[in-house]
């Protein structure tokens, strides 16, 4: 089938998060199934034309936004393997950052920064004539997608058939706002009701993406449940539940061409579950980098976050300095994003000298090798979608330490201290203290149980997450979502 996927990020062009990873990795798990899918990007001012080997591809190309004809030019990259469309706007998407200025404000337009995203993937397969089969849209930036198509394609040539798949990968950010930007953004003062995209007197992208969307999906099983509940559908568990059985859960996959420590290059040495002597290296040159003690019998928890509530990252600031004093361990901590969290993990180095290191920023390459040169990976977030880092610490051997909820529940198996088995250490309680005493089990453990944790790493090492199972299950889903429009 044809598909067009439009998002915001796409490794390895942008990322701010899981987002990048998945239009990164689905697209070519999808191909491989004999799939033709167009994705569609902005071309953030910063990316590296040359670098990629950006091109030309398409132009001038209008798109009409309400009464207004917005132009833009569309280039293509494929050095990286698969082809990526980009949308060129210098007056939206030639800014610093991807939704903020570096002040982490939002950026005041991103209702219209992100419509005329989507409708410029849409306008794009008009003008090259691409039927696609289903539009697959993700998160609020590019939910309208499906609105989109209901009111202004639905007796076009290029884009009558197509139906929708609207992904939620985090529900929290839903795109709430001014009512003044219906206009530009053509969706007609009808929809403006309690029913469709009105909330509170705003818009809501997100809310009337769910309802105009024939398939909705999240990513992993445990968060769709939870997301159908008032306590986590942050407002809108009504609407996925009128969906009934068209929201689902879907895991991510990992993309272990990628995140594998067999093959990547970013660490400086290669291992495998037969061989961990290469983790040992990784875990040497993470401590001197990160000015930690140079000991090889301590076990690191590392952590690369986005510096959100949504981590839980504040419950850590509670506790950490407790669990250094009076736990032999150490932590390696990468991450920005919330300044006064910033300002918290960044201070720590300087009082607790080679026992906790940490860099405000985001880098990949220390991404890789933290979750290399890590005994322990923690995500205590008050919820997390799908998550992606334990996945990729499990195939790192590096035991991940996580709070029960959403993805984290799906993909680590708890420890069980009589017989050794299990992938990681869940806890259940979004608090300080429940990651004290965890964290204290996963230490504890280590240093007295060292034949359980040997265990755990291969079990961990031997868990597959691979897209080739999702893709498939992301199929399945377009189909279902081609009966509904067929029958609505
Ligand atoms: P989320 O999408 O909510 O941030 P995920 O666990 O799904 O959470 O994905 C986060 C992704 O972003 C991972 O690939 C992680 O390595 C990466 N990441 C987050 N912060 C940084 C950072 N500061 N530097 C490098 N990579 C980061
Ligand atoms: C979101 C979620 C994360 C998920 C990612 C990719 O950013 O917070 O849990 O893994 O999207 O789907």
């Known amino acids: 089938m044809n598909i067009l996927c439009i998002a915001s990020e796409c490794v390895p062009y942008a990322k701010t998060g899981g987002l990048a990873d998945v239009v990164g990795a689905l697209p070519h798990y999808l191909r491989a199934?004999?799939?033709?899918?167009?994705?569609?990007?902005?071309?953030?001012?910063?990316?590296?034309?040359?670098?990629?080997?950006?091109?030309?591809?398409h132009g001038?190309?209008?798109?009409?936004?309400?009464?207004?004809?917005?132009?833009?030019?569309?280039?293509?990259?494929?050095?990286?393997?698969?082809?990526?469309?980009f949308i060129e706007s210098q007056k939206y998407f030639d800014r610093p950052g991807l939704y903020h200025d570096e002040d982490f404000h939002d950026y005041a337009d991103n209702p219209r920064r992100f419509g005329f995203l989507t409708r410029a993937g849409l306008q794009l397969c008009k003008d090259i004539g691409f039927a696609p089969d289903?539009?697959?849209?993700?998160?609020?930036?590019?939910?309208?997608?499906?609105?989109?198509?209901?009111?202004?394609?639905?007796?076009?040539?290029?884009?009558?058939?197509?139906?929708?798949?609207?992904?939620?990968?985090?529900?929290?950010?839903?795109?709430?706002?001014?009512?003044?930007?219906?206009?530009?953004?053509?969706?007609?003062?009808?929809?403006?009701?309690a029913d469709k995209f009105e909330d509170y007197g705003a818009i809501n992208f997100l809310k009337g993406g769910i309802v105009y969307a024939d398939m909705v999906n999240t990513v992993s099983p445990t968060?769709?449940?939870?997301?159908?509940?008032?306590?986590?559908?942050?407002?809108?568990?009504?609407?996925?539940?009128?969906?009934g059985e068209n929201y689902v859960g879907i895991l991510n996959g990992c993309d272990y061409t990628r995140w594998n420590p067999e093959t990547d290059q970013l660490i400086p040495a290669r291992y495998s579950a037969h061989d961990l002597s290469g983790k040992a290296v990784c875990k040497r040159v993470l401590q001197e980098r990160m000015g930690l003690e140079?000991?090889?019998?301590?076990?690191?928890?590392?952590?690369?976050?986005?510096?959100?509530?949504?981590?839980?990252?504040?419950?850590?600031?509670q506790c950490i300095?407790?669990?250094?004093?009076?736990?032999?361990?150490?932590?390696?901590?990468?991450?920005?994003?919330?300044?006064?969290?910033?300002?918290?993990?960044g201070s720590l180095p300087a009082r607790y000298g080679g026992r906790i290191g940490s860099f405000i920023?985001?880098?990949?390459?220390?991404?890789?090798?933290?979750?290399?040169?890590?005994?322990?990976?923690?995500?205590?977030?008050?919820?997390?979608?799908?998550?992606?880092?334990?996945?990729?610490?499990?195939?790192?051997?590096?035991?991940?330490?996580?709070?029960?909820?959403?993805?984290?529940?799906?993909?680590?198996?708890?420890?069980?201290?009589?017989?050794?088995?299990?992938?990681?250490?869940?806890?259940?309680?979004?608090?300080?203290?429940?990651?004290?005493?965890?964290?204290?089990w996963a230490v504890s453990t280590y240093y007295d149980r060292p034949q359980h944790i040997q265990r755990m790493i291969r079990a961990a090492m031997a868990q597959d997450f691979s897209w080739e199972?999702?893709?498939?299950?992301?199929?399945?889903?377009?189909?279902?979502?081609?009966?509904?429009?067929?029958?609505?």
Not at 324 to 345: D, P, T, Y
Not at 378 to 390: A, D, K
Not at 469 to 488: D, T
């Open 60 to 85: 001038p190309m209008g798109v009409w936004m309400g009464d207004t004809l917005e132009w833009c030019a569309v280039h293509v990259a494929d050095s990286q393997g698969d082809p990526v469309h």
């Open 294 to 317: 140079v000991a090889p019998d301590m076990p690191i928890i590392g952590i690369v976050s986005r510096f959100v509530e949504q981590k839980g990252l504040h419950l850590l600031a």
């Open 33 to 57: 199934l004999g799939h033709q899918v167009l994705v569609v990007i902005p071309r953030y001012g910063w990316i590296d034309g040359s670098r990629y080997g950006l091109r030309w591809f």
């Open 134 to 193: 289903v539009v697959h849209v993700h998160d609020w930036h590019t939910a309208l997608g499906p609105a989109y198509l209901k009111i202004w394609h639905w007796n076009d040539p290029v884009l009558g058939n197509a139906a929708s798949l609207l992904t939620i990968h985090n529900i929290a950010y839903q795109g709430k706002y001014p009512a003044e930007h219906m206009n530009y953004l053509g969706l007609g003062w009808s929809n403006f009701t």
């Open 469 to 488: 199972r999702s893709a498939a299950a992301y199929v399945q889903v377009y189909e279902r979502a081609i009966q509904n429009k067929r029958a609505s």
């Open 321 to 345: 300095e407790g669990i250094v004093r009076e736990m032999r361990v150490q932590f390696a901590i990468l991450g920005s994003g919330e300044k006064w969290l910033e300002h918290v993990f």
């Open 361 to 440: 920023g985001y880098s990949e390459e220390l991404a890789h090798l933290i979750e290399a040169g890590s005994d322990f990976f923690l995500m205590p977030s008050l919820f997390e979608p799908c998550g992606l880092n334990q996945m990729y610490s499990l195939r790192y051997g590096t035991l991940p330490i996580v709070r029960a909820t959403g993805g984290l529940d799906d993909t680590v198996q708890q420890y069980d201290e009589r017989t050794g088995e299990g992938t990681g250490f869940k806890f259940y309680e979004p608090s300080a203290h429940a990651i004290y005493y965890t964290v204290g």
């Open 223 to 243: 968060y769709a449940r939870e997301t159908r509940t008032p306590e986590q559908g942050h407002g809108l568990a009504p609407y996925l539940n009128n969906k």
